[in-house]
């Protein structure tokens, strides 16, 4: 049985409140650098270095699951769990574009999660609008060597932004004050 440091907290009491100071064990979670030259962000660059080969597989399996949580919406229509599973593969595909290789496509999925995550009834979200984002991510990811995808793909996610934004205006006209939290940015 492992045995328990003490506790070097303290507690000081005043008439209306307590102040606690917890102990502070933050030099074991820190490790000194074994070697003078030893530099952990090269580390850690050197080793996304080696697994970037893998990037375009990871990128095209989250396009895959994208696409099947948009046909399981086709079958099933929107209910919690095909709404999640498309919110959340569109969420991962926002965070992870970058570093995969892929930034053109974050804003795309940002787009996205937009309309599902602002839209206050999902079933209303226009599933030619899920396809129209779905499509662009897939036909971006399937393009990117082409040297114009950069401008290509700025234009597609402002015009899929615009569409989308017309869309959550229209439907949360009657909440003036959500509109303006999500327009905000």
Request: proline share 5%.
């Given at each position: 049985?492992?045995?328990?440091?003490?506790?070097?907290?303290?507690?000081?009491?005043?008439?209306?409140?307590?102040v606690?100071?917890?102990?502070?064990?933050?030099?074991?979670?820190?490790?000194?650098?074994?070697?003078?030259?030893?530099?952990?962000?090269?580390?850690a660059?050197?080793a996304?270095?080696?697994?970037?080969?893998?990037?375009?597989?990871?990128?095209?399996?989250?396009?895959?699951?994208?696409?099947?949580?948009?046909?399981?919406?086709?079958?099933?229509?929107?209910?919690?769990?095909?709404?999640?599973?498309?919110?959340h593969?569109?969420?991962?595909?926002?965070?992870?574009?970058?570093?995969?290789?892929?930034?053109?496509?974050?804003?795309?999925?940002?787009?996205?999660?937009?309309?599902?995550?602002?839209t206050?009834?999902?079933?209303?979200?226009?599933?030619?609008?899920?396809?129209?984002?779905?499509?662009?991510?897939?036909?971006?990811m399937?393009?990117y060597?082409?040297?114009?995808?950069?401008?290509?793909?700025?234009?597609?996610?402002?015009?899929?932004?615009?569409?989308?934004?017309?869309?959550?205006?229209?439907?949360?006209s009657?909440?003036?004050?959500?509109?303006?939290?999500?327009?905000?940015?």
């Amino acid at each position: 049985m492992a045995r328990r440091r003490p506790d070097h907290s303290s507690v000081a009491t005043f008439a209306d409140h307590e102040v606690i100071t917890p102990q502070h064990n933050l030099r074991g979670a820190i490790k000194l650098a074994a070697e003078p030259g030893d530099d952990p962000v090269a580390r850690a660059e050197a080793a996304m270095a080696r697994l970037a080969n893998e990037f375009g597989q990871w990128m095209a399996a989250e396009c895959d699951r994208l696409d099947a949580a948009r046909q399981s919406i086709k079958k099933a229509g929107f209910d919690k769990s095909t709404y999640e599973a498309l919110f959340h593969a569109a969420h991962d595909i926002k965070g992870e574009a970058a570093t995969f290789g892929y930034p053109a496509i974050a804003g795309i999925a940002d787009s996205l999660c937009r309309l599902i995550e602002h839209t206050p009834d999902m079933t209303r979200i226009p599933l030619v609008l899920v396809d129209q984002h779905v499509d662009a991510i897939r036909a971006v990811m399937r393009e990117y060597v082409r040297p114009d995808l950069a401008e290509l793909a700025r234009m597609l996610t402002a015009q899929l932004r615009e569409v989308t934004d017309g869309f959550l205006r229209r439907e949360n006209s009657f909440r003036p004050e959500y509109l303006e939290d999500i327009f905000a940015d």
